[in-house]
């Protein structure tokens, strides 16, 4: 296994500059560190794979797409403007010297339009086998997260996920695990990791309520058996959202702090993952 840490638990707002965090990362002892897309730049990105090299990190990224990229929408222009969205964010992963990118990038996030899931899962099948060649060209692996039903109504749980990514019919369209989202939607956490053996391409952990893996009552025997299952081998990215009053975690609703301070919330998640999973 290799460990990382989503960059976003230390920002403000999704713009800020997240080479000072590298810093923090490295010196914390992870493998690596996952960036969002969100407020990226093709001259950002350039500088940040640099300062990633610079500091002896990997760094995978994460992206979603908002009303104006809507690879499910029935407005043919917004459909292509999504898919143009996919184009970019996977070169870009690329320039800053990714291979792995994930998230929420079959629907914008907190759109519901249950009447039309099945055309709208249909469509966003259909998109990622349409990028398919970019992410041959640029080596990248994309990752379909499953979310909660409060956040999306489209991929909920592991199963959806995995079926929408076979329907898309491309080996670099594969599945982002998440505990948060598993310990809301699963009756079975193992045996939903576990079935996803085949597409299962990145892992997220944080607890029940977002914040440092083991404080809360997320079913880590479970988890750890399913990745084991799953034979899963590859990055465990602590995802956490800890700290409130500010831009960024408004827009996850965090209202109050979950953790104290976000340095040693990554500290703490770095070694319960070890203690964990390696």
């Known amino acids: 296994m290799k460990y990382s840490v989503h960059a976003g638990l230390w920002m403000a707002q999704w ?46 990224c994460s992206d979603g797409l908002g009303p104006e990229t809507d690879i499910t929408s029935d407005d043919e222009a917004v459909r292509a403007a999504g898919l143009k969205h996919l184009e970019w964010a996977i070169t870009t992963t690329a320039k800053v010297g990714a291979r792995g990118l994930a998230g929420v990038v079959y629907a914008p996030w907190g759109v519901f339009d249950p009447a039309n899931k099945a055309k709208r899962a249909a469509r966003s099948a259909e998109a ?117 009053g500010n831009p960024a975690s408004a827009d996850l609703n965090i209202w109050r702090n979950i953790e104290p301070e976000a340095t040693d919330a990554a500290r703490r998640a770095l070694a319960f993952m070890k203690e964990t999973f390696s």
């Open 128 to 244: 990622f086998a349409a990028v398919h060649p970019v992410l041959e060209a640029h080596d990248v692996t994309l990752g379909i997260e499953a979310i909660n039903r409060f956040e999306t109504d489209l991929v909920n749980t592991a199963s959806e996920a995995v079926e929408m990514a076979t329907a898309s019919g491309s080996s670099r369209v594969g599945v982002l695990l998440d505990t948060f989202h598993l310990n809301i939607e699963e009756k079975d956490v193992r045996g939903a990791i576990a079935d996803a053996r085949d597409k299962l391409v990145h892992f997220h952990v944080s607890d029940n309520d977002r914040g440092v893996p083991g404080s809360g009552h997320v079913p880590w025997s479970d988890v750890k058996a399913g990745l084991n299952d799953a034979g899963y081998d590859g990055w465990i990215v602590a995802e956490m959202f800890v700290i409130a």
């Open 15 to 60: 713009t800020d500059e997240i080479t000072p965090i590298l810093r923090i990362v490295a010196d914390l002892g992870y493998d690596g560190v996952e960036v969002s897309l969100l407020g990226m730049s093709d001259e950002k990105a350039e500088a940040l794979g640099s300062a990633v090299r610079d500091h002896g990190l990997e760094i995978t």
